[in-house]
């Protein structure tokens, strides 16, 4: 059984920083893309970033490159997303998702998720 779990949201102010975790367990890490999404209230859910196996790439949505990064540590068997200059907007619920052959934006294309990690982010 495949289980993924975020870890390291939090409450923090505008241009803080903040890096999120997210490990799976049950499945072989290096064999999975992941990606990370996230959820404001009242609107959909929508990639972040996400990074793929094979071939190997990396998105960043657009509104975040240059504050967000994303990275993988196979040796740990997680994927990190480094949050700089974070912005009220950037609050939302935020979820990781992995799957072995999925890779994209919708969240139709990740079959397992995480139960997500909450970021609040004061003006």
């Known amino acids: 059984q495949v289980q993924v779990a975020e870890s390291g949201g939090g409450l923090v102010q505008a241009g803080d920083s903040l890096t999120l975790s997210c490990g799976i367990s049950g499945a072989t890490f290096t064999r999975y893309n992941m990606a990370w999404f996230r959820q404001a209230p009242g609107k959909e859910r929508e990639i972040v970033a996400a990074?793929?196996?094979?071939?190997?790439?990396?998105y960043i949505l657009d509104s975040v490159k240059g504050r967000f990064f994303i990275s993988r540590d196979n040796a740990k068997s997680t994927v990190n997303l480094q949050m700089n200059s974070l912005k009220p907007e950037d609050t939302a619920v935020y979820y990781c998702?992995?799957?072995?052959?999925?890779?994209?934006?919708?969240?139709?294309?990740?079959?397992?998720w995480g139960q997500g990690t909450q970021v609040t982010v004061s003006s």
């Open positions: 998702a992995a799957d072995p052959r999925g890779w994209g934006s919708s969240t139709g294309q990740y079959m397992y």
């Open positions: 990074t793929r196996v094979n071939p190997r790439s990396t």
